[in-house]
């Protein structure tokens, strides 16, 4: 029996989330939450259930899983509001992207009482600022653009990837494929 190609599984991956998130960034986006949200909702429903299946030991009470329930209830929110975490992630972001724009230009302005400090220093802290603001004010726009980047990303990889596997697997010699699949295995 053939044992799988992991490259062409990578390849293929990468295209397929590529595409998606260059075709619907947008729609992208919300399955990301919902799956994070999925992710919530599983170790909470395990404890949920392993609580309800336990038996108390003598001089033992199993403890009420509020962490459990907390994680169920978070994880429903996050599937039923996607959209409002994602906006949220991107205020947040927008308003660290401030804060580190104006904390280095703030040290600029400091290091530039003791020392020369040239105006170029001041131009990326600035960009940094005014992302942030961009971010603040439009998240949608951002968010969708941020998605489709990563996007292009992967389907640049998984193009690589296909040009690298093209070209060396056949210049491997006869045996070594056996070594690789152990290797990436």
């Known amino acids: ?108 302005n400091i290091a530039r009482k003791q020392m020369k400090v040239p105006g170029g220093y001041f131009v990326v802290p600035s960009l940094i600022l005014l992302m942030g603001v961009i971010v603040i004010f439009f998240p949608a726009g951002v968010r969708n653009t941020t998605f489709m980047i990563i996007g292009i990303t992967c389907m640049v990889y998984a193009l690589n990837e296909l040009v690298n596997y093209f070209k060396f697997s056949r210049q491997l010699p006869k045996g070594t494929d056996k070594d690789i699949e152990n290797i990436e295995s």
Do not use: C, H
């Open 1 to 108: 029996m053939k044992a799988i190609n992991y490259s062409l599984v990578r390849i293929l991956f990468s295209l397929i989330v590529g595409l998606i998130l260059i075709i619907w960034p947008g729609v992208a986006v919300d399955y990301l939450v919902i799956t994070v949200g999925i992710l919530f909702l599983i170790p909470g429903i395990i404890a949920l259930i392993s609580y309800i299946g336990s038996k108390p030991r003598e001089n033992a009470g199993v403890r009420f899983p509020i962490e459990g329930i907390g994680s169920i209830l978070f994880g429903l929110w996050l599937i039923v509001m996607p959209d409002f975490f994602a906006n949220v992630l991107m205020y947040v972001l927008g308003f660290i992207l401030m804060l580190a724009g104006i904390w280095q230009l703030a040290s600029l």
